[in-house]
């Protein structure tokens, strides 16, 4: 990478979990991640999980009513992250699932932070082949409607995201 940081085998793993849907139990469908947050490791060289920070599809409904606001809410204030969003959305014509790969970098975030990550953001997309939607955010207006969302999985053809009507 330009940055020189590397990807973890535990964000290869968890990205190759959430890109394979193959037919399983009930119970293993729950456990899969709807979504997650990664950082980068207290030395900065290391793109890593960020412990605690993830949505799994078991918990969506149970414990956690909307998972597109439950994402928003887990985004930090004053610090970049990268993160896969697991987007169920219907079209006109189908219903859809679609890994959307965000860069989050809040404008007040560190000037070295918001550098590192952007120099480390190539190198990490490709550790994840296959993703087909890239999005970039710097502040909370552009995320919080998820009309922002289903504009990149689909435009004006997205009819709801989530079970939610846009």
């Not at 550790?127 to 710097?138: D, F, I, R, S, Y």
């Amino acid at each position: 990478m330009a940055s020189g940081v590397a990807v973890s085998d535990a964000v290869i793993k968890v990205f190759n979990e959430m890109k394979v849907r193959k037919a399983s139990s009930p119970e293993e469908v729950k456990k899969r991640k709807k979504a997650v947050l990664f950082c980068l490791s207290e030395d900065k060289k290391t793109i890593i999980l960020e412990e605690g920070k993830e949505i799994l599809v078991g918990d969506v409904g149970v414990s956690i009513e909307d998972p597109y606001l439950h994402f928003i809410k887990m985004l930090p204030d004053r610090d970049c992250r990268y993160a896969l969003y697991d987007a169920t959305y219907e079209t006109k014509e189908s219903k859809k699932e679609d890994l959307v790969f965000i860069f989050w970098a809040p404008e007040c975030a560190p000037l070295k932070s918001k550098m590192i990550y952007a120099s480390s953001k190539d190198g990490m997309k490709k550790t994840l082949p296959g993703v087909k939607h890239e999005w970039q955010a710097n502040c909370y207006e552009e995320v919080k409607d998820r009309c922002a969302l289903a504009e990149k999985l689909g435009g004006s053809s997205v009819i709801t995201l989530e079970g939610k009507p846009l």
